[in-house]
């Protein structure tokens, strides 16, 4: 029978383009925003994150926008090459005033890069 | 080079028998996180403990899961008995808890579980 699963939106772009990974969030209290990537096999990685108080960093050859009007976090990944295909996950952690705070994040559905040679 | 470690990386047994996983988190790391990865819901938190004692267990079956940290430098997942619905990938992360980095989460490579 044909199995259903998570129809991960999917990105493929040309070796040596720019690529750009959107994310919409969910929590209009969320303050902390990572962007993580997962190659085939292996765990989440962590790449870049970024503040509620800033709306854009920069890493190397990444970079996180984030637009809290519209909730919402793109990452830019400049000259993309082969070693960036993988599954992109944003993730977000809304605090919490319990007194012991909160370490959770809450992790998007990803988008899949397929780069192309 | 600092990691998270967990064994087994792939484990394949029978319905009803135990399974236990095994992370040992990053040292000096004060969060611990369980998640499960499926083709059908994506990343689910299972449970995740600060400084030993559990925060949120909230997202695992009770019945049939349970996550402990017997020491700093190992936490444990088991499923007993285990279903052939369990089968997934479990990925084991700890963060530093504390600093400007406190929410990083630094995940292991994950054990792949077959439930037949």
């Known amino acids: 029978g044909e199995s259903v699963g998570l129809h991960l939106p999917t990105l493929s772009v040309q070796e040596g383009d720019n690529s750009i990974i959107n994310c919409a969030y969910s929590?209009?209290?969320?303050?902390?925003f990572i962007w993580y990537k997962q190659e085939s096999g292996k765990g989440p990685q962590f790449i870049i994150d970024?503040?509620?108080?800033?709306d854009k960093r920069q890493g190397q050859r990444v970079t996180v926008l984030l637009n809290k009007t519209v909730k919402h976090l793109s990452l830019q990944i400049a000259a993309t090459q082969p070693g960036d295909s993988a599954v992109y996950f944003c993730?977000?952690?809304?605090?919490?005033?319990?007194?012991?705070?909160?370490?959770?994040?809450?992790f998007g559905k990803g988008t899949k890069l397929s780069v192309i040679p | 080079d600092a990691r998270v470690t967990q064994t087994p990386r792939h484990k394949v047994t029978e319905m009803g028998q135990e399974v236990t996983m095994r992370c040992q988190p990053i040292?000096?790391?004060?969060?611990v996180f369980w998640y499960r990865q499926t083709m059908m819901q994506g990343l689910e938190l299972l449970a995740y403990?600060?400084?030993?004692?559990?925060?949120?267990d909230s997202g695992m079956p009770k019945d049939r899961f349970s996550a402990e940290m017997p020491d700093a430098t190992l936490a444990t997942l088991k499923i007993q008995p285990s279903e052939p619905r369990d089968s997934a990938v479990y990925f084991c992360?700890?963060?530093?808890?504390?600093?400007?980095?406190?929410?990083?989460?630094?995940f292991g490579a994950g054990t792949r579980l077959s439930v037949l």
């Open positions: 040292l000096g790391h004060n969060t």
């Open positions: 993730a977000e952690n809304t605090p919490t005033y319990s007194g012991a705070g909160s370490y959770q994040l809450t």
């Open positions: 970024i503040r509620s108080n800033m």
């Open positions: 929590n209009s209290a969320s303050d902390y």
């Open positions: 992360a700890s963060g530093p808890g504390q600093g400007r980095a406190k929410n990083i989460q630094y």
């Open positions: 403990f600060r400084n030993r004692a559990p925060l949120d």
